[in-house]
Antibody, heavy 120, light 113 residues
Framework: QVQLVESGGGVVQPGRSLRLSCAGS????????VHWVRQAPGKGLEWVAVISYDGSNKYYADSVKGRFTISRDISKNTLYLQMNSLSAEDTAVYYCARGHYDFWRPFDYWGQGTLVTVSS | DIVMTQSPDSLAVSLGERATINCKSG????????????LAWYQQKPGQPPNLLIY???TRESGVPDRFSGSGSGTDFTLTISSLQAEDVAVYYCQQYYSTPYSFGQGTKLEIK
């Protein structure tokens, strides 16, 4: 069955960096665009970034542009989110979610999420 | 950027009754070339990730009970639960995937009256 498993979350000080991973299985990972979506504690969903099936195209939310980088390792069926210059406003559960071959599709499978807490 | 606005923010409905959640987009999310509305609905239960219910505004995802239905076009959309069950208690989000940045509504919390 389709599975997405995030890892890499934890407590990090403001201004520091963290890298999240999302391992995909049960489907041909490299045929799908994949997204990061975050949810601050008690808040709604905020889309963060997307990468195309082959890694050639990427889009970001304005709130993370220039600080976060999305990437994927085709050989490892793994998605990454490199997060730099973190602030308290980045505290959230980060989900990876499967898109489709093209960008303009809903997110049909989600991981369980990994919690990032930015605090001194 | 497309702003998605849901109403109400919270809703209490009796078991077996109809629940209706509205979603309005800041601009049309109907793509004229294929006549599709780029609108999805998700259900999120406490401690769980969101779950896709409806896409293209009215297409039910596989495995979703038929008491869930979506309607609307252009800028105004509705999620209807025809007969509320206890397991439907959740927060519901609409989302547009018409353009980046993809955006979600603020969520509607559905409870039992």
């Amino acid at each position: 069955q389709v599975q997405l498993v995030e890892s890499g979350g934890g407590v990090v000080q403001p201004g520091r960096s963290l890298r999240l991973s999302c391992a995909g299985s049960g489907f041909t990972f490299n045929n799908y665009a994949v997204h990061w979506v975050r949810q601050a504690p008690g808040k709604g969903l905020e889309w963060v970034a997307v990468i195309s099936y082959d890694g050639s195209n990427k889009y970001y939310a304005d709130s993370v542009k220039g600080r976060f980088t999305i990437s994927r390792d085709i050989s490892k069926n793994t998605l990454y989110l490199q997060m730099n210059s973190l602030s308290a406003e980045d505290t959230a559960v980060y989900y990876c979610a499967r898109g489709h071959y093209d960008f303009w599709r809903p997110f049909d499978y989600w991981g369980q999420g990994t919690l990032v807490t930015v605090s001194s | 950027d497309i702003v998605m606005t849901q109403s109400p923010d919270s809703l209490a409905v009796s078991l077996g009754e109809r629940a209706t959640i509205n979603c309005k987009s800041g601009q049309s999310i109907l793509y004229n070339s294929n006549n599709k509305n780029y609108l999805a609905w998700y259900q999120q239960k406490p401690g769980q990730p969101p779950n896709l219910l409806i896409y293209w505004a009215s297409t039910r995802e596989s495995g979703v009970p038929d008491r869930f239905s979506g309607s609307g076009s252009g800028t105004d959309f509705t999620l209807t639960i025809s007969s509320l069950q206890a397991e439907d208690v959740a927060v519901y989000y609409c989302q547009q995937y018409y353009s980046t940045p993809y955006s979600f509504g603020q969520g509607t919390k559905l409870e039992i009256k």
